[in-house]
């Protein structure tokens, strides 16, 4: 096989049941691809060729069982069969490095597998890697990353966003046709929409967190990219549901996506004024409108609605997160996991160990969390933000009441040149101010291409929704995505 038959996973999938090709075959192209391209992207912290292809080869007897109706093979195929994915750098998979972006955890090889990662494997995956993210997902841009920056398919001197820049630049690449991430305030979001490609950050609670690397325990979420909405669909069906390893896992059903409709009749979708702010790039804002617009056309009620608190979000997010943080990176001292940096004294290793291990951006956001959760300083910072943010998650269930969704856009402007923010952390923070709101009332987003700017960088539209509702943003999309023909786009990386 010269290069990649396809790279929509269910024309993968029927390839496969077909016999066109075998798993071996996809996953031997897949990796030949990576490695061809992958000096220019850097999607990958971690390659996995070996593991990719002892899947794959268990992935082909499981066809051939299936093909000879081999009792043993069990009823069906399981849904994801040989299909190639990579699997972000924070959620743990048995026996591969999970190093976070991070130089303290470059040396941990976790024992256990993230549930999300599981019913991606007994769904019958092949991984190909662990992908690049910013140090512990702490950024917009994958620069936080202590391994360098992945870069953006569609222009290689920009971002690709993040902190899942790895797994999202790798699906627009088309190195494979899926990836998952993780969402504590835009990243899956924001790569999604830079390197044009649709990400899922789901409901909070939906999918597990078992197994995914702290930041910000309140906001986190684990989510997928794909280039079409209803290839996220598939892979957020096999991700979603209850798990008792997670004590937030929310006991619901998972709804059945029935993703058939190809108009938007009666769905009504609400556009927040508070969105289309003062510094927006014009190209962002007009192809955003022109995407709600053909909404509109294909049968959607148009209406705005307000969300009152939105300029709060962004400074609750920044005290609510490091605090979290904080906390949660505590548990990087030398002893437990990772790095350790001999010295004659404990208190000694634990500074140089964590003087050392961590990047500025981390130790930036340790400080502040551990100031704002100081004693005297607690009600002011870190109690104050906890009550603002209810009075963000009650905009959306207010706006909830009138509209089915909102519309708005992913980031204020489309992927930035590498180094540009570097020096200015309150810069790249500005890139989460349409995204964050999402993650601190905990409801689910969702990103898709709608466009380009005029130097051809992708344009990304945000849908957000009620409390697990994540089936009428996965239609929406897809309704859309058959009129329209932006998630086809590829970029000239060949
Ligand atoms: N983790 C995320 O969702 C990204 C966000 N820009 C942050 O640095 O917190």
Redesign the pocket.
Known sequence: MADLPSFNLFDLLAGLRRGDFSARELTLATLERIERLEPALHTLITFTPELALQQAEAADRRYAAWRQDDPSAGWGLPALLGIPVMIKDVLCLKDVPCTCGSRILENFVPPYTATAVQRLLDAGVVVVGKSNT?EF????STENSAFGPSRNPWDLNRVPG??SGGSASAVAARLVPAATG???????R?PAAFCGVTGLKPTYGRVSRYGLVA??SS?DSVGAFARSAAEVAELFRIMAGHDPLDSTSANLPVPELHLGQRNLQGLRIGVPEEYFIEGIQPEVEQAVRVAIDQMQALGARVQTVSLPHTSYALPV?YLI?PAEASANLARYDGVRFGRREPAERMIEMFFKTRGKGFGAEVKRRIMLGTYALSAGYYDAYYGQAQKVRTLIKQDFERAFQQVDVIACPVTPTTAFPIGEHTDDPLA??L??VF??PA?LAGVPGLAFPVGFDSRGLPVGMQLMGPHFREDILLQAAYAYQQATDWHLRTPATR
């Open positions: 910013d997902a702490m950024g917009s993040g902190s993780s969402d504590t305030g835009g990243s899956i924001q930041y910000g906001l997010y997160a790249m923070y890139e989460d995204t964050l993650n």
